[in-house]
T-cell receptor
Framework: DGGITQSPKYLFRKEGQNVTLSCEQN?????MYWYRQDPGQGLRLIYY???????QKGDIAEGYSVSREKKESFPLTVTSAQKNPTAFYLC?????????????FGPGTRLTVL | GNSVTQMEGPVTLSEEAFLTINCTYT??????LFWYVQYPGEGLQLLLK?????DKGSNKGFEATYRKETTSFHLEKGSVQVSDSAVYFC??????????FGKGTKLSVKP
């Protein structure tokens, strides 16, 4: 089955720690995205990538970093510089960046700072 | 900039009632419009989409029509079921290839 996987499902971080969230897709999609969801809010774009070894900042990139070394993988690192990281993180992919392209979402990772 | 406004929730309906969730947008150019659904603790699933004015998207009994003259994309379903209880997000395509989301509307359907 083709799809997007995210791991772990739940993640707990201590103050001052960096953590990395995994996102893998086997849909052969070129574009991948990271969104953050807070309670009662829509999703906000953190980073996106159109091709391997290239990525761009979204609306709320401060305190986050990404890499795109392989087409199928787009990990997100939440650094200690992110002041309020507790949120639900969603990874998505689409075949391209055309405005008609559907984005497919993973099941999400819930990050909690202790 | 581009933005989406959808009706505040929560919305509570009885089974078999008619559903409307309002969505209006502000955008330059010709964005595509989407409705996504999120079940508790899960990611988002595409419900339907429309890529140009007057297009009607439909899926699983849900419908929405892209109205450029009123900048709207309201979601409707003629008869809701308990299994439709979820959070519904209206979204439009952004210039970065991303999606711009509304804040979501929580729907609860009672038997």
């Amino acid at each position: 089955d083709g799809g997007i996987t995210q791991s772990p499902k739940y993640l707990f971080r201590k103050e001052g720690q960096n953590v990395t969230l995994s996102c893998e897709q086997n849909l052969n999609h070129d574009a991948m995205y990271w969104y953050r969801q807070d309670p009662g809010q829509g999703l906000r774009l953190i980073y996106y990538s159109q091709i391997v070894n290239d990525f761009q900042k979204g609306d709320i990139a401060e305190g986050y970093s990404v890499s795109r070394e392989k087409k199928e993988s787009f990990p997100l690192t939440v650094t200690s510089a992110q002041k309020n990281p507790t949120a639900f993180y969603l990874c998505a992919s689409s075949i391209g960046r055309g405005n008609t392209d559907t984005q497919y979402f993973g099941p999400g990772t819930r990050l909690t700072v202790l | 900039g581009n933005s989406v406004t959808q009706m505040e929730g929560p919305v509570t309906l009885s089974e078999e009632a008619f559903l409307t969730i309002n969505c209006t947008y502000t955008a330059t150019g010709y964005p595509s419009l989407f409705w996504y659904v999120q079940y508790p603790g899960e990611g988002l699933q595409l419900l339907l989409k429309a890529t140009k004015a007057d297009d009607k998207g439909s899926n699983k009994g849900f419908e929405a029509t892209y109205r450029k003259e009123t900048t709207s994309f309201h979601l409707e379903k003629g008869s809701v079921q308990v299994s439709d209880s979820a959070v519904y997000f209206c979204a439009l395509s952004g210039s970065q290839g991303n999606l711009i989301f509304g804040k979501g509307t929580k729907l609860s359907v009672k038997p």
